[in-house]
């Protein structure tokens, strides 16, 4: 059974098509949940129009699955609390020139 931080780094690879960042350190990851079943991956979006929203939801289910594939993989989308720039790492502001 995978730990938090093996599937956070795998996250890592779910880039955000409209930024070219990671969803990690994009601050968009709020929570990883690893049960012996299941992983529960907890998130946002930049905007809760986001034109991305079903593509990066799949492609979270896709990297996560594939990373574990005896396990079901729920992505829990939720508003609240809302994303803001000051979630996102320190690398993530540097390459946005933040």
């Given amino acids: ?11 890592k690879g ?11 350190d994009l601050g968009l990851v709020y ?7 299941i992983n529960i991956i907890t998130m946002t979006l930049t905007t809760p129009g986001c034109p991305m929203h079903s593509s990066i939801s799949t492609w979270v ?5 594939h990373f574990e594939p ?3 993989v729920v992505v829990n989308l939720v508003w609240e609390p809302q994303w803001t720039p000051a979630k996102m ?7 946005l020139g933040m």
Avoid at 14 to 24: K, R, T
Avoid at 31 to 37: I, L, R
Avoid at 90 to 95: C, D, G
């Fill in 1 to 11: 059974m995978a730990n938090k931080q093996e599937i956070f780094e795998v996250l």
């Fill in 14 to 24: 779910v880039i955000d098509p409209e930024i070219g960042i990671n969803i990690v």
């Fill in 61 to 65: 289910e896709n990297v996560i699955g």
């Fill in 89 to 95: 790492t320190r690398e993530a502001r540097e390459q």
């Fill in 31 to 37: 929570e990883v949940e690893s049960k012996a079943d």
């Fill in 70 to 72: 005896e396990k079901k």
